[in-house]
Structures are given as structure tokens and as C-alpha cells.
Nanobody
Framework: QQQFVESGGGLVQPGGSLRLSCVAS????????IGWFRQAPGKEREGVSC????????QHADSVAGRFKISRDDAKNTVYLQMNDLKPEDTGIYYC???????????????WGQGTQVTVSS
């Protein structure tokens, strides 16, 4: 089955850090841009960060810019999301998915995994 497996979530206090991992299963990452998305309770899923397969160009939502960093290791078929200075509003289920370009709309992304829960609370 072709999908991502996300891990690394957990409970963290405000100001803390987490590193999420996203491993591709059944396909190779190197042909795709990879996006991280999150869904908070009662809210729609939103894009957080994306990394291109062209020179690993990155982009981030304004709400996480300067705090989150996305990276990829195609040899390990893995994408990472380093999250620093976490805030309660970062709480949600984090997913990764693949598309041809970061600019593609969310519904064009594929290989969604089950997600990993991130909870930021004191």
C-alpha cells in the first residue's frame, strides 16, 4: 500500500519542540513535493509547510514561519518537520502528503497517512 507513515507527535509544553517524521511506504519520495498539513479539533485541515523536489525549496504558513523547519532525506525516503517554540494553537493531527508541486491545491495531494497527534499544553 502506498502511503506515508507519520510519527514523532506527543504532548509538549508551550515553548517546547518536537520533530515529526514522515516515511514513504511503497513508493519513492524523490519525484514529489511533500507537504505537512494539520487539523485542529473543529477546524479544517490546513497546510503548514512544504518542500519541493527541485533544490529542496521550502515554504511555510505565516503562522509557523520562523518556528518550523521542513527537510527531506530522499535516501531514507523520509521528510521531517522540526517544530520549535510550540504554541497551544499548534495543537492538532499532523499529516504529510505528496504532490507534483507545493503550489498544488490540497485535494491534489496523495498518499495521506494516519497522522500523528501534537498537543501543546501546560
Amino acid at each position: 500500500q502506498q502511503q506515508f507513515v507519520e510519527s514523532g507527535g506527543g504532548l509538549v509544553q508551550p515553548g517546547g519542540s518536537l520533530r515529526l517524521s514522515c516515511v514513504a511506504s511503497g513508493f519513492s519520495l524523490d519525484a514529489y513535493a511533500i507537504g505537512w498539513f494539520r487539523q485542529a479539533p473543529g477546524k479544517e485541515r490546513e497546510g503548514v509547510s512544504c518542500i519541493s523536489n527541485f533544490y529542496s525549496g521550502t515554504q511555510h504558513a505565516d503562522s509557523v514561519a520562523g518556528r518550523f523547519k521542513i527537510s527531506r532525506d530522499d535516501a531514507k525516503n523520509t521528510v521531517y518537520l522540526q517544530m520549535n517554540d510550540l504554541k497551544p494553537e499548534d495543537t492538532g493531527i499532523y499529516y504529510c502528503a505528496a504532490a507534483g508541486l507545493c503550489a498544488h491545491p490540497q485535494h491534489d495531494y496523495n498518499y495521506w497517512g494516519q497522522g500523528t497527534q501534537v498537543t501543546v499544553s501546560s
